[in-house]
């Protein structure tokens, strides 16, 4: 089991740019959850999906961001025209259905320049 | 807001030394967790602690949770310098939803 994987680890953006992130969860997991880290603001949720259905998309910024999980091996979270404060550490974490264990990949540190 | 807090910003011990993290939070939950992460890595869990329980143990880790102080410890006996990490509290927001609210964190260091 390789954990929970996300790519890429480092991204670097200019400020107006695209920038994609990638999130494999454990296999037979079903539900998987987007988080960012910052040093200001902590560990912040964004968004949750369970069974690839969103269910809650209350920490998402309204403008910019969307995430998507078109299959139960991936997900994605994009951010248009990026800006600076975008810059964080974004992890994505999988567990199975119920309070339960989340299980966190590595996280891709996304810099915007 | 933070739902859920560490107490300490920072704590430093001596390997072999105790240790006890604690946390406030702020709404009604159905279980608390614990989690460590080390530099360049995720969260890792180290405790799920359920509202109607008042302690849990792992290992060399005891939590403990008092729901009517809304408070929970995190005690580690016989620090290694591989505990040094950042420590977070979870909860979730008291909803039906299993998103986790975590606390600012407690960095841990602990010294040869």
């Known amino acids: 089991n390789a954990g929970v994987i996300q790519t890429p680890r480092h991204k670097v953006t200019g400020k107006g740019q695209e920038a994609t992130l990638w999130c494999e969860p454990i296999?037979?997991?079903?539900?998987v959850f987007w988080y960012r880290q910052t040093i200001v603001q902590g560990l912040e949720f964004l968004t949750y999906?369970?069974?690839?259905?969103?269910?809650?998309d209350s920490g998402m910024p309204k403008e910019r961001f969307s995430a998507q999980m078109p299959n139960q091996s991936h997900s994605t979270l994009k951010i248009q025209s990026t800006q600076p404060q975008d810059s964080a550490v974004y992890l994505c974490?999988?567990?199975?259905?119920?309070?339960?264990?989340?299980?966190f990949g590595p996280g891709t540190r996304l810099l915007v320049l | 807001s933070q739902l859920a807090e560490e107490n300490s910003w920072a704590l430093s011990v001596h390997e072999g030394e105790s240790v006890t993290v604690n946390c406030s939070y702020k709404?009604?939950?159905?279980?608390l967790q614990w989690y460590r992460q080390k530099s360049g890595k995720g969260p890792a869990q180290l405790i799920l602690?359920?509202?109607?329980?008042r302690e849990k143990r792992n290992g060399r880790l005891r939590a403990t949770l008092d729901t009517s102080s809304q408070s929970s410890s995190l005690s580690i006996t016989a620090t290694r310098c591989e505990d040094t990490a950042v420590y977070f509290c979870?909860?979730?927001?008291?909803?039906?939803?299993?998103?986790?609210?975590f606390g600012i964190g407690t960095l841990l260091s602990v010294k040869p």
């Open positions: 602690i359920r509202s109607n329980e």
């Open positions: 999906f369970r069974n690839q259905a969103p269910i809650d």
């Open positions: 974490a999988s567990s199975r259905l119920g309070i339960d264990t989340q299980y």
């Open positions: 709404t009604s939950i159905t279980a």
């Open positions: 296999s037979g997991h079903s539900a």
């Open positions: 979870a909860t979730d927001d008291g909803s039906s939803g299993n998103k986790l609210i």
